[in-house]
């Protein structure tokens, strides 16, 4: 093999003069030869000194870099291998990193296409006016926590820690983790984090609404107070919770269309109901009559809302706060203290203790025979109260017993 040409310049004298320059150098730095001229050889020494002095400094500094690397990649493929992963799948993973940060956006602008979406899905009746005033009460508290942050630097701990930090009940505070949940959701598919951080969060531990871990509700008695004490705006909704056990969430979303009063039922459609199914709820002939002056071919349920219910509302329009308003108004003022879905939970109770079926009540109610055993029956409801809270008519009704 040849010798391998040395990249460092080298002073010649030329037989052959240069118009009038005798002395040149010679190198290859980049593997190519280069040649400079000179007058005189002191002249070409310094220049191929200086040069030399550059490409020494070059090639020291190269190696340092490639030596720095090298052991930069060695424990980086030492830390990996336990994993086993590649450095290539290190940078890859970086990589992909970097681009969604790339994608994201702020959290404050995440928040103002979160709320324009809930306004679109308010307006088209795919969610109800409580659920929309909810979420946007939570979302507010995520944008002063987050604000200009970006999304996809928010970790689960972080949400975790905001969500602990609410000066809320357990009960409450798995609420506003299942809104922010809907929040993150969106910046899934709006492309600006690959997953949502509350995901691996765990739903907080509730204790029970009362000491004793009972359902609560009222008794007959102060039932009728209760209706007696009612605005007539209210009394359709406080029927079909009362008489007909229907989750407040639900009648918040029924429509009159879906009360068949002259077939004594109503239907809750799959789509509106808790557990994702359809079912239908007997009208007893008590609930008929507190219902016959109200009912309509179609409409919501809710009351109209009242000018003080929030900033932008509309008088006389549906709303789940006006309804909400008024029956916590008739609730003082019949003195009686309204449990949270207190008429679904005084239904089921007084169902059970009268027709004396659990599958009869679970049925009606859309409910498990396992839980009606586990938190409705010895409630303290006698059959004589359940008797009379069938019993509970209109003034201007015919106070008949209930179906068989």
Request: contains cysteine; positive net charge.
């Amino acid at each position: 093999m040849g010798r391998r040409a040395r990249p460092e310049y080298a002073v010649h004298r030329s037989k052959r003069p240069n118009g009038g320059m005798n002395w040149y150098i010679i190198g290859r730095p980049d593997g190519k030869r280069i040649r400079a001229w000179f007058t005189s050889k002191e002249k070409a020494q310094a220049e191929a000194t200086e040069r030399n002095t550059k490409l020494r400094k070059l090639g020291s500094e190269a190696v340092t870099v490639d030596n720095a690397l090298i052991e930069q990649a060695k424990e980086a493929a030492r830390k990996l291998e336990p994993h086993g992963k590649t450095i290539m799948d290190a940078v890859r993973h970086y990589l992909d990193h970097l681009n969604q940060i790339s994608l994201s956006v702020p959290f404050s602008a995440l928040a103002a296409q979160v709320r324009a979406e809930f306004a679109r899905r308010l307006q088209h009746n795919e969610v109800s006016d409580r659920h929309a005033e909810s979420l946007n009460e939570a979302l507010k508290k995520l944008e002063t926590r987050f604000g200009e942050r970006l999304v996809s630097s928010i970790t689960t701990e972080e949400v975790r820690t905001w969500l602990l930090g609410l000066p809320l009940a357990a009960k409450t505070r798995n609420k506003h983790r299942g809104y922010a949940g809907q929040v993150f959701n969106l910046a899934v598919d709006y492309g600006y984090v690959t997953s949502s951080p509350v995901t691996k969060i765990k739903k907080f531990r509730e204790r029970a609404s009362e000491e004793d871990g009972e359902i609560s509700i009222l008794s007959a008695e102060e039932t009728e107070h209760l209706f007696r004490a009612a605005t007539p705006e209210i009394i359709p909704f406080l029927t079909l919770s009362f008489f007909c056990g229907i989750r407040r969430a639900t009648l918040e979303r029924l429509d009159w269309s879906e009360v068949k009063f002259a077939e004594k039922r109503a239907i809750v459609p799959r789509y509106k109901s808790k557990n994702q199914k359809r079912y239908r709820v007997t009208l007893s002939d008590n609930a008929i009559e507190w219902l016959r002056p109200y009912v309509c071919k179609n409409g919501s349920l809710l009351a109209p809302a009242l000018a003080i219910n929030r900033p932008g509302a509309r008088k006389g329009q549906p709303s789940v706060v006006g309804t909400r308003r008024r029956i916590l108004e008739a609730a003082a003022k019949a003195g009686v203290t309204l449990p949270d879905n207190g008429g679904r939970h005084t239904f089921i109770s007084m169902h059970v203790a009268h027709y004396e079926s659990i599958d009869k009540t679970a049925l009606e109610s859309d409910n498990s025979p396992e839980i009606i055993k586990a938190d409705y029956l010895d409630v303290g409801v006698t059959r004589e109260d359940a008797d009379a809270f069938w019993k509970i008519f209109p003034e201007h009704g015919t106070q008949t017993p209930p179906p068989p």
